[in-house]
């Protein structure tokens, strides 16, 4: 018993260590990254070494496909869509991201981000989730976010470098608060009864 309070405790002492991660990150056609990780007040040093990760559509056989068809072909579309419609789960997403955002310490950061589900019904849908966290993203002092909808195109682009520092013990239980909350189990078990 001794040694089993002993590791937990070790172990929630390592995950309050802060991590640190730099880093330059654009998605258009192509994906690119280029990120270090710092843990243990820079004793621990890791770093991500540039990637470009092309589209899966530019590896396809037949080119003239649009990606939107891999939305529209499946049932993950409506389900997402339906849980969008859900106040309560809009909320919830809402209050996570101010939690994080707030958790985070931010360093010279500066993201934008443009989107578009290729359906402006859709994408208006999404912007009713996105609009909020925009705006108050948007009014963060030494921060710069944008996030800009696309009604017209099927469209996900991101630009983004800087600096951010947690506590992982913390994300930890965030997401833990987060996934036992009671609109995000109904959205879940909603899921479950759509599919086929």
Excluded: C
């Amino acid at each position: 018993m001794t040694g089993v309070v002993l590791f937990i405790a070790v172990l929630a002492a390592l995950l309050a260590i802060p991590l640190t991660l730099t880093f330059q990150v654009s998605w258009q056609e192509v994906f690119r990254t280029d990120a270090e990780l710092t843990w243990a007040f820079g004793l621990v040093r890791k770093r991500i070494l540039p990637a470009e990760l092309k589209n899966v559509t530019s590896k396809s056989e037949k080119p003239d496909r649009r990606p939107r068809r891999s939305w529209q072909s499946g049932y993950t579309k409506p389900n997402i869509l339906s849980a969008l419609r859900q106040k309560g789960f809009r909320r919830r997403i809402t209050r996570l991201v101010g939690d994080v955002w707030h958790a985070v310490h931010k360093k010279d950061v500066k993201m934008r981000l443009r989107i578009g589900l290729g359906d402006p019904a859709d994408t208006g849908q999404l912007w009713a989730v996105l609009g909020p966290i925009s705006g108050m993203l948007g009014s963060v002092q030494d921060v710069s976010v944008k996030i800009e909808p696309e009604f017209i195109d099927e469209t996900l682009e991101l630009v983004g470098n800087g600096s951010i520092r947690i506590i992982p013990i913390q994300m930890i239980y965030l997401a833990a608060a987060f996934m036992l909350s009671p609109p995000i189990w109904r959205v879940i078990k909603q899921m479950r009864t759509e599919e086929p």
